[in-house]
């Protein structure tokens, strides 16, 4: 059995920080991070194309981040490993396509 | 502390909205900003934010430069600075609270935590704002002070005094008016003799002759 691609913890505290009259804030945070993690993912990929770490690593920061604002806690490792990673692994452009997007296409 | 204003920098949309829904459910007012440039303008505002979380890392300017650059600005009431960071490694936290940072917070933040060390901050601007008042209102006493142990011009024979306005008072409402002290009215024992005493006399002769009717 796979765990949850979100952590319900996750969602509930946000939940429980909604306040009458106001939009939902699981709707608010999960469209935006949809909406925002294309982006950076494509930056990613630009990063790796370009052997730019700097770049590839802030992507990966930026990913990490708004995975853990809604508990997707397996692309939130995933992407900590890669904003974690020196250019000393010669397979580390093979990161992302194996590993990270099939991931985030299923999330 | 509901009357508090709380700014939050965070390049990322989602985390800003999460903090500020967690501030906001605890009774805070927020205003949440997109940057550090953004963060650096609103806390150059008069009526800035007392309190504000940043994150680490910001376009433009990041969070520990924003830090260097507030205390770097001599203020009686310095803004009081969480940094809100995914940088959990000693070395980094250090880094964080030499730059100038109050606090910091690692992400994603956890509600009671975030909470606490806010209140944590607003008891800190609560005890920076009660002594900036106590300096101010000690200064103000000062002053005064000093405004009584200048040259006073007095009037050799009934004891006024000239103020500035070129214009002559009575000794009590000029001190009155430039100290603390209030005066209650009495006499002393001379003036009783050669005031007091004798109008006590002629009252008590008029009621004597006074016949009864």
């Not at chain 2, 805070?28 to 890392?57: K, N, S, T, Y």
């Amino acid at each position: 059995m796979t765990a949850p691609a979100l952590d319900p913890a996750v969602l509930d505290t946000l939940r429980s920080l909604n306040r009458p009259g106001e939009p939902d804030l699981v709707e608010q945070v999960l469209t935006m991070f949809l909406e925002d993690s294309p982006a950076r993912i494509e930056a990613m990929s630009t990063a790796i194309g370009a052997r730019d770490a700097v770049q590839l690593q802030r992507a990966a920061h930026n990913l990490k981040g708004s995975a853990a604002n809604v508990g997707a806690t397996e692309l939130q490792r995933l992407s900590a490993d890669l904003a974690g990673s020196r250019m000393i692994d010669p397979c580390w452009p093979n990161v992302i396509p194996n590993r990270l997007l099939p991931r985030c296409a299923k999330s | 502390m509901a009357d508090l204003r709380v700014l939050i920098a965070d390049d990322d949309r989602g985390s800003r909205t999460i903090v500020s829904a967690m501030l906001q459910k605890a009774g805070f007012e927020v205003e949440a900003v997109a940057d550090g440039q953004q963060a650096w303008d609103a806390l150059q505002h008069p009526d800035r934010p007392a309190l504000a979380i940043m994150d680490w890392m910001m376009p433009g300017l990041d969070g520990p430069e924003i830090c260097r650059r507030l205390r770097a600005m001599d203020s009686s009431t310095p803004t009081y600075v969480i940094l809100l960071t995914s940088r959990d490694a000693s070395a980094d936290v250090v880094a964080g609270l030499r730059s100038g940072a109050d606090d910091y917070i690692t992400k994603p933040p956890d509600q009671d935590e975030l909470i606490a060390r806010v209140n944590v901050g607003a008891r800190v601007i609560r005890l920076q704002q009660a002594l900036a008042d106590r300096v101010r209102r000690l200064e103000e006493a000062l002053s005064n002070v000093k405004r009584l142990q200048g040259l006073l011009p007095i009037c050799s024979y009934c004891k006024r005094i000239r103020d500035d306005q070129n214009y002559w008072r009575q000794v009590e409402s000029y001190i009155g008016e430039h100290s603390d002290v209030q005066f209650s009215h009495s006499y002393c024992p001379d003036c009783y003799e050669r005031y007091v005493k004798p109008q006590i006399d002629e009252l008590d002769n008029e009621m004597r002759n006074r016949k009864p009717t």
